[in-house]
């Protein structure tokens, strides 16, 4: 049974920084793309980045240089660090993970989710 956990989430001034992390566990990933989505109050999820193992990277425009993903494949981890926060990216920032090697920006391309975790940033 695949269980992802997110962390890091809380509450943060605009031009502050967060940094997420999500460990996965029951089935290793490290084949396969681990990514975040988010989703605002009244708002579809939305596609935020995702790392394949090899280390190839995709963003969603508006966090491009603002955002960095990586990941620790012996930890199973994968992090998501979030500078110059904006209010506009207050949402609930959910782990997705497939192990597929090609990076997916839409929500059915991922077979496993977290619960999500809480930002918030404040004007």
């Known amino acids: 049974q695949v269980q992802l956990v997110e962390s890091g989430g809380g509450l943060v001034q605009a031009g502050g920084s967060l940094k997420l992390s999500c460990a996965a566990s029951?089935?290793?990933?490290?084949?396969?793309?681990m990514g975040w989505f988010r989703q605002a109050p009244d708002k579809e999820r939305e596609f935020v980045a995702a790392?394949?193992?090899?280390?190839?990277?995709s963003y969603r425009d508006s966090v491009k240089g603002r955002f960095t993903i990586s990941r620790d494949n012996a930890k199973n981890t994968v992090y998501l660090q979030m500078n110059s926060l904006k209010p506009e990216d207050t949402a609930i920032y959910y782990c997705?993970?497939?192990?597929?090697?090609?990076?997916?920006?839409?929500?059915?391309?991922?077979?496993?989710w977290g619960q999500g975790t809480q930002v918030t940033v404040s004007s």
């Open positions: 790392i394949r193992r090899s280390g190839g990277r």
């Open positions: 029951g089935r290793t990933f490290s084949s396969g793309v």
């Open positions: 997705a993970a497939d192990f597929g090697l090609r990076i997916g920006v839409n929500e059915y391309e991922y077979d496993y």
